[in-house]
C-alpha cells in the first residue's frame, strides 16, 4: 500500500544490489518512497527500477576520501531536503582461497582494515554526513548487523562478526547521541537467510532453527520497514533479532 503522506518520502540504501537490500528496494519502492541507493559500481542497465540511473549514487565505502565524495554526492541530490532513512545494510566477508572462513589468526591486518571501514565506519560517516537531512525529517537510522555479532558462526570470519558486534554497539551509542535531534537509530540482527549468497552447508543449519526452515529476504526488508516509519516511532537504540528463533 503506498505511503498516504502528503510528501514523498526518501531513503538511501546501501548494498541494495542482492539479497536483503534488493529486497528492500521493492518493499520501499512499493509503499511510494524514493529510495537512493549507493554502492562502488555504477547502476546495471537492466536495473529493473524506472528511477534507478538518476537515484544511484556510486560511492566506494571501504575509502575515507570515497565516502566524503559520496556523502557531498547524496547531499545534492537532496537539494537540502529531507532524509526519512537511511539502511546501512553493506557488508563485507572475506574468504581465504579455498573459499573457508578467516579466523583470528589467519586475517591479515589489512583484511581487518578493509571489513571495519565498510562494515563499521561507513555508517557512522553516512550518518553523521546526512545528519541535517535526518534531523529535518525526523528521520530513522537502521544499521544491519548479524547473528554472527552475538556467536561464533561457521561461515562467518572473525573480522565480520566482530566488526558486526561493534556496530550493534555503536547503533546504541548512536541511539543516545541522535535521539536528542528527533533521529532514531536502530538495528536489525539477521540470521541465515535464503539469498543467492549463501554458504554450502547452510542448509544443514536448518535443523537447529525452532522454525526449522530459512528466512526470507523480503521479511528482513518487512522488519526494516516498520524500523523506518511511524509504526515504531517510540523505538530506538534496539537491536532486533531476524533468525526464526535460532539466537535462543
Not at 4 to 11: A, G
Not at 41 to 60: F, K, L, N, R
Not at 182 to 201: K, Y
Request: aromatic content about 6%; overall charge negative; proline content about 6%.
Amino acid at each position: 500500500m503506498p505511503d498516504q503522506s502528503n510528501e514523498r518520502k526518501t531513503i538511501v540504501l546501501t548494498g541494495a544490489s542482492r539479497g536483503i537490500g534488493h529486497a528492500t528496494v521493492k518493499r520501499f519502492s512499493s509503499a511510494g518512497w524514493r529510495v537512493i541507493t549507493c554502492s562502488r559500481h555504477p547502476i546495471s542497465e537492466q536495473c529493473p527500477w524506472e528511477a534507478g540511473p538518476e537515484d544511484h549514487v556510486e560511492i566506494d565505502l571501504g575509502d575515507p576520501e570515497g565516502r566524503r565524495e559520496g556523502i557531498a554526492e547524496i547531499k545534492k541530490r537532496l537539494g537540502g531536503g529531507p532524509l526519512n532513512a537511511l539502511v546501512n545494510n553493506a557488508g563485507i566477508s572475506p574468504k581465504l582461497e579455498d573459499g573457508s572462513r578467516m579466523n583470528t589468526q589467519n586475517t591479515g591486518e589489512e583484511d581487518w582494515k578493509r571489513v571495519f571501514e565498510v562494515n563499521f565506519f561507513a555508517p557512522i560517516m553516512l550518518a553523521r554526513g546526512l545528519h541535517d537531512e535526518l534531523a529535518l525529517a525526523k528521520g530513522a537510522v537502521v544499521n544491519v548487523t548479524s547473528i554472527a555479532g552475538g556467536r561464533v558462526h561457521p561461515f562467518a570470519g572473525s573480522a565480520y562478526a566482530t566488526s558486526k558486534a561493534a556496530l550493534a554497539a555503536l547503533t546504541r551509542e548512536m541511539a543516545a547521541d541522535f535521539g536528542p535531534d528527533g533521529i532514531r537509530v536502530n538495528a536489525i540482527a539477521p540470521g541465515e537467510i535464503d539469498t543467492a549468497i549463501l554458504s554450502p552447508g547452510t542448509e544443514d543449519m536448518i535443523e537447529d532453527i525452532p522454525m526449522r526452515r530459512l528466512g526470507k529476504p523480503e521479511e528482513v526488508a518487512k522488519t526494516i520497514y516498520y524500523l523506518c516509519t511511524e509504526m515504531s516511532d517510540y523505538v530506538t537504540g534496539a537491536e532486533i533479532h531476524i533468525n526464526g528463533g535460532q539466537h535462543v
